[in-house]
């Protein structure tokens, strides 16, 4: 973005730093080692190249606002799968795309931000059972979770902060006119975010 504020810029910083900066990436490493100690040499070493993809993709997404659709979901599935090794009980989450343009923008570490935050509520209210989907009519893009439990908070405590420097960035992006966006948080539905470029 030329000439872009510096609070866009650094929030975009933040973001980035946020998501290098938590335990995903520590707890990653530790169940690579955990397979190098047991021997699993085959599971080390294919969650060591699903590492290197979503590292080397946020890499890239803390140089750019936004990034394409096609890119972003999948990291979105690398990341998931990621966690998925991780927390043993969100074997059956899965991410489903509808008619979307590859080509799309969306804001860079937004929809992994909901996306984590969706999954550790869904741990915490024991179900574990979370779906993700994204989908685009026209120029609207949407990002939907949807938890089978119900829960009274929309943002899990240990990334509360990391989620709100999200919703942050969709309103700088929003105020500089760069997307209009809109959030929904319902009981049926979770979360539900609609998105286009102005």
């Given at each position: 973005?030329?000439?872009?504020?510096?609070?866009?810029?650094?929030?975009?910083?933040?973001?980035?730093?946020?998501?290098?900066?938590?335990?995903?990436?520590?707890?990653?490493?530790n169940s690579i080692q955990s397979d190098v100690i047991l021997k699993d040499n085959a599971s080390a070493f294919e969650t060591?190249?699903?590492?290197?993809?979503?590292?080397?993709?946020?890499?890239?997404?803390?140089?750019?606002?936004?990034?394409?659709?096609?890119?972003?979901?999948?990291?979105?599935?690398?990341?998931?799968?990621?966690?998925?090794?991780?927390?043993?009980?969100?074997?059956?989450?899965?991410?489903?795309t509808g008619n979307i343009n590859p080509e799309s923008q969306v804001p860079s570490f937004v929809f992994q931000s909901l996306?984590?935050?969706?999954?550790?509520?869904?741990?915490?209210?024991?179900?574990?059972?979370?779906?993700?989907?994204?989908?685009?009519?026209?120029?609207?893009?949407?990002?939907?979770?949807?938890?089978?439990?119900?829960?009274?908070?929309?943002?899990?405590?240990?990334?509360?902060?990391?989620?709100?420097?999200?919703?942050?960035?969709?309103?700088?992006?929003?105020?500089?006119?760069?997307?209009?966006?809109?959030?929904?948080?319902?009981?049926?539905?979770?979360?539900?975010?609609?998105?286009?470029?102005?």
């Amino acid at each position: 973005m030329p000439n872009e504020p510096l609070h866009i810029a650094n929030n975009l910083l933040n973001s980035f730093k946020a998501f290098i900066g938590s335990h995903f990436a520590l707890n990653v490493v530790n169940s690579i080692q955990s397979d190098v100690i047991l021997k699993d040499n085959a599971s080390a070493f294919e969650t060591l190249q699903l590492f290197n993809r979503v590292y080397k993709t946020a890499i890239r997404s803390s140089n750019e606002h936004f990034v394409d659709l096609e890119t972003e979901t999948a990291f979105l599935k690398d990341y998931l799968t990621l966690e998925q090794l991780r927390f043993p009980g969100l074997k059956s989450a899965r991410i489903t795309t509808g008619n979307i343009n590859p080509e799309s923008q969306v804001p860079s570490f937004v929809f992994q931000s909901l996306l984590e935050n969706g999954l550790l509520l869904s741990l915490a209210n024991s179900s574990g059972k979370i779906r993700i989907h994204i989908n685009q009519v026209g120029d609207e893009i949407t990002f939907s979770l949807k938890l089978d439990a119900k829960t009274n908070q929309p943002f899990h405590t240990k990334v509360e902060a990391k989620t709100q420097l999200a919703i942050q960035r969709l309103e700088l992006l929003q105020e500089h006119r760069y997307i209009r966006y809109q959030l929904d948080w319902s009981s049926d539905l979770f979360m539900h975010l609609t998105l286009s470029k102005i």
